[in-house]
């Protein structure tokens, strides 16, 4: 199934790309997407953590994805 993955700050810069739209296997969890995310792009490996919004919303690692569902990786954020 397809989905479409959205980078954000510092996950697109360590990615070098902003957006993608990948193939998973049709049972993938947030969690399993995550896991899978660090495999293809290792360099996110250094961020100590970050969140996963789908389809606008904040997603816990149970989700299950779905045909077309756009994910956003969301790293921390800082100001001052």
């Excluded at 961020?47 to 756009?70: R, T, W």
Aim: proline residues 2%; aromatic residues 8%.
């Amino acid at each position: 199934m397809k989905i479409q993955i959205l980078f954000f700050g510092i996950a697109a810069d360590l990615t070098e790309i902003s957006s993608l739209d990948l193939d998973v296997v049709e049972t993938i969890t947030v969690a399993s997407f995550k896991n899978l995310l660090k495999k293809k792009y290792t360099q996110l490996k250094q961020l100590n953590s970050y969140a996963i919004a789908v389809n606008e919303s904040y997603a816990a690692d149970e989700l299950v994805l779905k045909e077309n569902d756009v994910i956003a990786v969301i790293p921390p954020v800082s100001g001052g």
